[in-house]
């Protein structure tokens, strides 16, 4: 994400559509587009920090629309 590694280590399928490999911001918790559902981002280690929630990641982030993966 952004040049940086994510590291998922728990995750869920939710009943939701968004574009495939797409990063959204619903409702505090992370979600993840993926070709025919989505997933929620229980826990992540982002590319040299700690492990955190999905609902840490996204406070300080746009990711209110949803944002493609790079």
Known sequence: FKGKRLIITKASPV???I???HLIDYEGSLLLGTSDMAIKIERLIPEGKREMS??????GR????ATPIE
Do not use: A, I
């Open 54 to 59: 999905g609902g840490e990641f996204v406070r």
């Open 19 to 21: 574009s495939s490999d």
């Open 62 to 65: 746009e990711l209110k629309e």
């Open 15 to 17: 009943k939701m559509q």
